[in-house]
């Protein structure tokens, strides 16, 4: 029996120095950075890789991401068989935002950057910060992370108000998805008066003095600050007019002072799901407009035809009549209320 001693104890000592050096690499530090860390560099030049240029509300972005390093330009190192990938982000041009493409108390927001590296993600935080109060801040933003190995597949995910781009780290094509529309903004309409005005019955305009209404500009959008996206096969069609809201009008006892004023705006026969005023919307330090227009927001198809504005308005007037003679003439306000419609095609 003593014969078979020594190879069972050869295999138990074998078995526990396995495993002590096992446990014993677990212990020691290795070399290079851990994965999963993230490390923020200054981006005071370009980066070497793949660029896309990818749209938020507010702006154009180039957004570049690198082939995995071995370490970074400021010598951040990963260990054996680890890599880096590099994400940089620049702002090529802010939108031509028109004052209309945020209604009042609607913000503008940081887009959010998720590096995917096969089933792995990475929220880059650093990637934050375009925004401050109100202002598009145009410094550029770089960031690496460490991941383990090599990544077969690799791509950056641009989020935006729940709607995401996707960047293909590997090629540099962008899906765009429903953020397409951002890449397809038309020119605003130039101004453009409307019609000549309709009064309702025993109602008109002073002498020469014609009510007219002005459109000062049109324009559709698939994202507006504080409204959010557009609905699916939907746009969010902005029209910011004067409505020359007449301070008298001529009525069955002569010419009455308004008091009172209520206007509406329908497109194709549809009200629209907000109005506020133009000077409600602006930024801090805008100079605001001295006529003060009002902006209607409604909801259209995106292939919506040129179709009827119409704006209305319900007027409340009042007269002074003088009733009997001498010692029993008496004065006695009188009101009288009147409607007057105008529109125009957009």
């Given at each position: 029996m003593r014969k078979f001693i020594w190879p069972v104890v050869l295999v138990l000592v074998t078995a526990l120095l396995i495993a002590g050096g096992i446990l014993l690499s677990r212990q020691q530090p290795q070399d290079g950075l851990e994965a999963g860390t993230l490390i923020s560099e200054t981006a005071s030049g370009a980066l070497v890789g793949r660029s896309t240029e990818v749209r938020v509300p507010w702006g154009s972005l180039q957004v570049t991401v690198t082939e995995p390093l071995d370490e970074t330009p400021d010598g951040e190192k990963v260990g054996p068989g680890a890599s880096l990938v590099g994400v940089q982000v620049s702002l090529r041009g802010p939108e031509d935002l028109l004052v209309t493409d945020r209604v009042p108390n609607g913000y503008l927001l940081d887009?959010?950057?998720?590096?995917?590296?096969?089933?792995?993600?990475?929220?880059?935080?650093?990637?934050?910060?375009?925004?401050?109060?109100?202002?598009?801040?145009?410094?550029?933003?770089?960031?690496?992370?460490?991941?383990?190995?090599?990544?077969?597949k690799l791509s950056l995910r641009v989020g935006y108000e729940g709607?995401?781009?996707?960047?293909?780290?590997?090629?540099?094509?962008?899906?765009?998805?429903?953020a397409l529309p951002l890449y397809e903004l038309g020119f605003p309409g130039g101004a453009q008066p409307c019609a000549e005005p309709l009064w309702s019955t025993g109602a008109g305009d002073v002498?020469?003095?014609?009510?007219?209404?002005?459109?000062?500009?049109?324009?559709?959008?698939?994202?507006?600050?504080?409204?959010?996206?557009?609905?699916?096969?939907?746009?969010?069609?902005?029209?910011?007019?004067?409505?020359?809201?007449?301070?008298?009008?001529?009525?069955?006892?002569?010419?009455?002072?308004?008091?009172?004023?209520?206007?509406?705006?329908?497109?194709?026969?549809?009200?629209?799901?907000?109005?506020?005023?133009?000077?409600?919307?602006?930024?801090?330090?805008?100079?605001?407009?001295?006529?003060?227009?009002?902006?209607?927001?409604?909801?259209?198809?995106?292939?919506?035809?040129?179709?009827?504005?119409?704006?209305?308005?319900?007027?409340?007037g009042e007269t002074e009549v003088t009733f009997g003679k001498g010692k029993k003439e008496r004065t006695k306000t009188k009101t009288f209320e009147a409607l007057v419609a105008q529109g125009a095609f957009l």
């Amino acid at each position: 029996m003593r014969k078979f001693i020594w190879p069972v104890v050869l295999v138990l000592v074998t078995a526990l120095l396995i495993a002590g050096g096992i446990l014993l690499s677990r212990q020691q530090p290795q070399d290079g950075l851990e994965a999963g860390t993230l490390i923020s560099e200054t981006a005071s030049g370009a980066l070497v890789g793949r660029s896309t240029e990818v749209r938020v509300p507010w702006g154009s972005l180039q957004v570049t991401v690198t082939e995995p390093l071995d370490e970074t330009p400021d010598g951040e190192k990963v260990g054996p068989g680890a890599s880096l990938v590099g994400v940089q982000v620049s702002l090529r041009g802010p939108e031509d935002l028109l004052v209309t493409d945020r209604v009042p108390n609607g913000y503008l927001l940081d887009p959010t950057f998720t590096l995917v590296a096969d089933d792995e993600e990475y929220l880059l935080e650093g990637l934050a910060g375009w925004i401050n109060d109100e202002e598009i801040t145009p410094v550029s933003r770089r960031q690496y992370v460490a991941l383990k190995g090599v990544p077969e597949k690799l791509s950056l995910r641009v989020g935006y108000e729940g709607v995401e781009q996707v960047v293909d780290g590997l090629t540099g094509i962008l899906a765009r998805g429903k953020a397409l529309p951002l890449y397809e903004l038309g020119f605003p309409g130039g101004a453009q008066p409307c019609a000549e005005p309709l009064w309702s019955t025993g109602a008109g305009d002073v002498g020469e003095n014609v009510t007219t209404c002005l459109i000062t500009s049109s324009a559709m959008r698939p994202y507006v600050a504080g409204l959010g996206w557009a609905p699916e096969g939907s746009r969010w069609m902005l029209v910011t007019v004067l409505p020359g809201t007449p301070a008298e009008f001529e009525g069955p006892k002569g010419t009455y002072t308004v008091v009172d004023a209520t206007t509406t705006y329908l497109l194709d026969l549809q009200a629209p799901v907000k109005t506020f005023d133009y000077n409600d919307a602006l930024p801090p330090g805008v100079v605001p407009a001295e006529n003060d227009p009002q902006v209607a927001v409604f909801e259209v198809a995106e292939d919506r035809p040129t179709g009827q504005f119409e704006v209305r308005t319900e007027l409340v007037g009042e007269t002074e009549v003088t009733f009997g003679k001498g010692k029993k003439e008496r004065t006695k306000t009188k009101t009288f209320e009147a409607l007057v419609a105008q529109g125009a095609f957009l």
